[in-house]
């Protein structure tokens, strides 16, 4: 059984970075492709980053890869998401997914990844 569970979250203010985490169990995910969505309030989920475990390919949101940055530490099973320069506009659940193969290309499609984590609030106040 695959488990993802995400870290990290919080009230930060506009400006600040933050580090989220997701470790992952119930498979080594050297192999596997992981990744980042989020949901705000209102709104559908939306892609953010993915990245192959294999060889570190990642994919990031447009409007987003200037500012996130997704790595991977294989040893502890731990995916992250790195934010800096947050904005209000990135509040939201952040998600960590997993997908048990590698992926050509990364998709952005909620419904293409196998497993969900539970998500983790981030909230950034102006």
């Known amino acids: 059984q695959v488990q993802l569970v995400e870290s990290g979250g919080g009230l930060v203010q506009a400006g600040d970075s933050l580090r989220m985490s997701c470790t992952g169990s119930?498979?080594?995910?050297?192999?596997?492709?992981m990744g980042w969505f989020r949901q705000a309030p209102g709104k559908e989920r939306e892609f953010v980053a993915g990245?192959?475990?294999?060889?570190?390919?990642?994919r990031y949101a447009d409007p987003l890869k200037d500012r996130f940055t997704i790595s991977k530490d294989n040893a502890k099973n731990t995916l992250y998401l790195q934010m800096s320069s947050l904005k209000p506009e990135d509040t939201a659940v952040y998600s960590c997914v997993q997908r048990p193969f590698y992926s050509v290309v990364i998709p952005t499609r909620p419904g293409s990844w196998d497993h969900w984590g539970q998500g983790t609030q981030i909230t950034v106040s102006s």
């Open positions: 119930g498979r080594t995910f050297d192999k596997d492709t």
């Open positions: 990245m192959n475990s294999i060889d570190g390919s990642t």
